[in-house]
């Protein structure tokens, strides 16, 4: 369910439907509704305090969106990116995860929740539920969440250098990576359309435009005006800037990524990597083509595969009281 401007009553119909659905269990203990019982206003206050943030830091649903994906990837979905290390060796500190934003607004949502319901909603779950929170701020459509993870007590940098994917990879490893973690080629599709919400820093695609095959050239597969627009944006060696992933709706969840990525206009090589499979392809070609029939829908499903990754339940873990430190 769309509730882009979140009127009051679509707001109050995705609450009805939220304790309407059947309690289902689901996938390595987690299930739709778990904190029903113990914290029954837990999604109202994520909802709630994402709103307001969203209100004033409207730049922030990209990186909260992004947050929740870098948790997973690494050690699972287990909120050992939230984890700060004495020694500056925590998955945070790793390069690839310098620029992660949005760790604010996870303590907030976590001190509402602590007020109301002490000891009892995993920061690992919050990740989750602000992930689907955003999308739906940014125009995307409603999707259960499944809820019940525990927090991990283990964050080290070398694992995050290992498992998150870089900017440049290719269709081949893309493909080998999402199915390390059982995500499908369709998920792979699918939730490279994240994309369509936030901003990227220079560095994590200057090689196309500067240094390619290390010999000063440029990405022959990336629209030659774009590349020109690209260039007068980030000059080489710019560390700071910021570009918008889907120019002109980067605050908007929609499918105009996919078209970029269609015209040769995505920005990292593993977006433009989609072309390259038949089946990531078609994908993109019927969402084109249909105006998006499937895709947020597809999105919600994705992101609900994505969110089972690694999951410590029941006595596994731990409920952090605090997002950036174990118990
Ligand atoms: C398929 C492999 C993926 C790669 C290689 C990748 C890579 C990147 C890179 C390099 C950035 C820009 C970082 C920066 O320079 O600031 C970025 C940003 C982002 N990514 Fe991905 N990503 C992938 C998948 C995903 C997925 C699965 C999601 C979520 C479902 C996602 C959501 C985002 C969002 C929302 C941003 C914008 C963050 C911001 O505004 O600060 N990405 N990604």
């Known amino acids: 369910m769309a509730c882009p401007k979140l009127f009051l009553s679509c707001l109050l119909l995705q609450l009805m439907f939220l304790f309407l659905v059947p309690e289902a269990a689901q996938g390595q203990g987690l299930k739709v509704g778990f904190y029903r019982k113990a914290c029954p206003n837990a999604e109202i206050i994520v909802k709630e305090v994402i709103g307001q943030v969203m209100s004033v830091a409207p730049s922030l649903s990209g990186p909260l969106l992004r947050l929740h994906f870098h948790d997973c990837f690494v050690r699972g979905c ?31 949502v976590k001190t509402a929740l602590e007020k109301a319901c002490p000891g009892i909603v995993s920061c690992a779950d919050i990740l989750a539920l602000v992930a689907r929170d955003v999308v739906v701020a940014t125009g995307g459509l409603f999707y259960y969440v499944e809820t019940g993870r525990k927090d991990g007590n283990v964050s080290t940098s070398k694992e995050a250098l290992n498992d998150l994917i870089p900017s440049k990879a290719n269709i081949t490893t893309l493909k080998i990576d999402f ?6 080629v369709k998920d792979l599709v699918v939730l490279s359309g994240g994309h369509t919400i936030g901003t990227s820093h220079c560095p994590s695609f200057s090689n196309r435009l500067y240094n390619f095959t290390g010999k000063g050239d440029t990405d022959p597969t990336l629209d030659s005006n774009y590349l020109a627009r690209l260039k007068l944006s980030c000059k080489p060696d710019d560390q700071t800037t910021l570009v918008e992933m889907d120019p002109g709706s980067v605050r908007t969840f929609d499918i105009k990524y996919f078209n970029l990525i269609a015209k040769r206009r995505g920005l990292f090589t593993s977006d433009a990597a989609l072309l390259d499979d038949s089946q990531t392809k078609a994908y993109l070609d019927f969402q084109i083509k249909t105006g998006g029939s499937t895709f947020f829908k597809d999105f919600g499903e994705s992101m609900v595969k994505m969110g089972r990754i690694g999951v410590l339940t029941e006595t596994a873990g731990e409920v952090r009281k605090v997002c950036s430190k174990v118990n």
């Open 78 to 108: 287990e909120g050992s990116v939230l984890l700060n290390s004495p020694t500056y060796q925590a998955e945070k500190d790793a390069h690839p995860n310098h620029s992660l934003r949005g760790f604010q607004t996870i303590d907030r």
């Open 179 to 184: 199915a390390k973690r059982g995500l499908s």
